[in-house]
């Protein structure tokens, strides 16, 4: 008798979700890509539609935030903004959206390109950028930690917690040491 694979485990309330939506009776209806790759998988989601691009300055996140920013000042009411890139590229964006006065529905991600994504060290309140494994040493405290699934918009990030309490600065036992 064959056994059945193991299911995945459903997605936590906090765990973002991405995906274009396409809403044609928006005022305007504005692209930030960070790659053309992202751009192209964007545009094809979303063929038909008159949209306008923001361009990233290659190298330069807060060149970006300021246009995006000054973009929005200008913006007539019901833009619709489409975020396209990974998580690292398209929270802070988010952010500063809606900081900037969008509301969460007036903003589409499509996550794209590498697995990088944000984490939140718990213990020194440092966010970094890891990869999609689930584990990883924190850059600023050291301290091991095991990235969970929960999502914090307000942070932009995943949260990282202490992995193992015993051995909290992830060092590995040497078995040649121990000899």
Same mark, same amino acid.
């Given at each position: 008798m064959a056994t059945a694979a #193991?299911? #995945?485990p459903s997605p936590l309330p906090s765990e973002p979700r991405y995906g274009l939506a396409r809403r044609a009776d928006a005022a305007e209806h504005l692209l930030v890509a960070q790659s053309a790759a992202a751009e192209q998988a964007a545009v094809s989601e979303l063929a038909g539609l008159p949209l306008s691009r923001l361009a990233p300055a290659p190298g330069s996140a807060?060149?970006?935030q300021r246009a995006l920013l000054e973009r929005l000042r200008h913006s007539p009411v019901g833009l619709r903004l489409y @975020?396209?890139?990974d998580e690292a590229f398209v929270w802070p964006l988010y952010s500063l959206a809606r900081n900037a006065g969008l509301q969460?529905?007036?903003i589409d991600l499509l996550r794209s390109g %590498?697995?990088?994504r944000p984490v939140y060290c718990?213990?020194?309140a440092t966010t970094q950028l890891g990869d999609a494994s689930e584990r990883l040493q924190c850059r600023q405290c050291g301290v091991g @930690? %095991?990235?969970r699934r929960h999502f914090s918009r307000r942070l932009g990030a995943y949260l990282g917690v202490c992995a193992d309490a015993d051995h909290p600065y992830a060092v590995q036992a040497n078995p040649e040491a121990q000899a």
């Open positions: #193991p299911t #995945p807060a060149a970006l @975020l396209a890139g969460a529905d007036e %590498e697995a990088r718990v213990h020194c @930690l %095991e990235v």
